[in-house]
């Protein structure tokens, strides 16, 4: 529950409205000061394997307070100190005052901030990544259920050869396996920062441990180890190079510019009455309108990637304009379009989920609106089965443009329904074929080999990508706005 206070205050729409909770938790304060605790306990478990003198009474005490954390003496402390690694570097020490003396022992503020945003992103791709490989589950099996059921496409958004609707998905559904593909890049690729000191160089380590460079390459390797990286940067400044945000980013963003396209398609065919997202018993679509059923699911997924691929600027900045070892212009930033970005890809593939697991189609509107233009996408076929009959190729194709330009004035000028089928049963031209027409316009006739494409893209690229994802598969989304 919200005190009264909390709506005295901006708050943030990403959290308070959309966020999933584990996602949310997973960019909290609670979460990103109990890692700082977690990375002090790691280096000193470290520092004392490797012979300094570190008791495990220290030890034992840190751990025994890594959760308890007192954030309003936190808040003091920074307020106090202007800094808030120390802060809480103070805020730890008052609850363990016998580990007081080695707490942060060699370290650097980012030891624990850039480390634990290392964590913070790993752990977000660990959240992303089966969302992604459900919003592709679903929208393989929307793929196959209707792989051979014949609908317009679309070029400049005017009607165009025939496809299917499940070779249409099987479009949004490459590009959705190419993000899942970045996105696993881009947490496998993620390494520690490990514990470099100051500049990049661990000269305070290697102090510690007397010219000891064997042992301060153990630290670094124990430290990385325990936070659940297999490999720590070699080289960094005193931050990690912020081309890695850069790379994490960059993934979401795409996944951002894919699932606009996708959802601005679904809008596309909701005008047209083709498919609509899922609409609830008692939704409103309008306050003044009753009868309308907005695709709002959609156009909220739209809304939100255009920020997810805005927020790749901030990165790509960042990363330009960071000075020799590192300047402080980067934290404001970061605090800011890190958790963002990741918020907001939870968000689209929570939403999106949710469409696509109650995707609608109506066959009868797509047959209508194929019977209004497959007239004109036949008379190729209409020619060529005249030639067959002994035609004359350029004699027919003369005889379709007349008819053809004929029944286009009937549809334009007029709104009538196009009856070009009418006028070339009614030409004795085509008597030789008339027996064929039923034939030649249907329109899997039209289709290519989509559900061959379909049926082989599924199996080959999509199924096998979803297998290490089988046992999260049966996670529903329930939105609560």
């Not at 949004?172 to 920062?193: E, S």
């Not at 047959?367 to 035609?391: C, S, W």
């Amino acid at each position: 529950m919200y005190g009264a206070d909390e709506f005295m205050k901006y708050r943030s729409p990403l959290v308070s409205r959309y966020a999933s909770k584990e996602m949310a938790y997973n960019f909290s304060d609670r979460k990103k000061f109990t890692t700082w605790r977690k990375l002090w306990i790691y280096l000193a478990k470290a520092e004392k394997a490797l012979g300094l003198p570190i008791t495990d009474a220290q030890v034992l005490e840190m751990e025994s307070h890594e959760k308890d954390i007192d954030f309003a003496m936190a808040a003091d402390e920074e307020r106090k100190l202007r800094h808030d690694v120390m802060a809480h570097v103070h805020t730890f020490a008052h609850c363990c005052p016998t580990a007081a003396p080695i707490i942060h022992l060699g370290a650097t503020s980012c030891y624990v901030g850039d480390n634990t945003d290392l964590i913070m992103l790993r752990d977000g791709f660990d959240i992303l990544l089966p969302k992604l490989a459900r919003v592709i589950d679903r929208l393989a099996n929307f793929a196959e259920k209707y792989a051979d059921l014949p609908t317009l496409g679309f070029t400049h958004y005017q009607p165009a050869q025939l496809t299917t609707v499940g070779k249409r998905a099987c479009l949004w559904l490459q590009d959705l396996a190419m993000d899942m593909r970045n996105l696993q890049r881009a947490r496998d690729d993620l390494r520690f920062r490990g514990v470099k000191g100051t500049t990049g160089t661990q000269a305070s380590f290697l102090q510690l441990f007397q010219g000891d460079h064997d042992k301060v390459e153990e630290l670094d390797r124990m430290v990385t180890e325990m936070a659940g990286f297999k490999k720590a940067y070699l080289v960094t400044g005193q931050t990690y190079s912020r081309k890695v945000d850069v790379d994490c980013l960059s993934s979401l963003a795409s996944l951002g510019a894919t699932v606009h396209k996708i959802c601005t398609d679904i809008r596309l065919l909701a005008n047209l009455k083709e498919i609509e997202e899922p609409f609830e018993k008692e939704q409103i679509g309008s306050s003044a309108m009753p009868y309308k059923r907005n695709p709002m699911r959609a156009e909220r997924c739209c809304s939100l990637a255009r920020h997810l691929v805005a927020l790749m600027s901030d990165p790509l900045q960042t990363a330009s304009v960071q000075w020799l070892e590192r300047t402080l212009d980067d934290s404001a930033n970061r605090r800011i379009s890190l958790p963002e970005s990741f918020l907001t890809a939870d968000i689209i593939l929570s939403t999106l989920q949710n469409i696509t697991e109650g995707l609608v189609v109506y066959p009868k509107v797509i047959e209508r609106h194929i019977r209004h233009e497959l007239p004109f996408m036949a008379t190729e076929n209409i020619i060529m089965a005249m030639v067959k009959a002994g035609g004359n190729r350029q004699d027919c194709h003369e005889k379709i443009r007349v008819l053809s330009q004929e029944a286009a004035a009937v549809v334009k000028q007029e709104g009538g329904d196009n009856d070009l089928l009418a006028r070339v049963q009614g030409d004795p031209y085509f008597a030789p074929i008339l027996g064929q027409l039923d034939t030649i316009l249907d329109p899997k006739t039209f289709i290519g080999r989509a559900p061959q494409q379909v049926s082989r893209f599924l199996s080959e690229e999509v199924r096998p990508q979803l297998e290490p994802y089988k046992a999260k598969m049966d996670v529903k989304i329930e939105l609560e706005l």
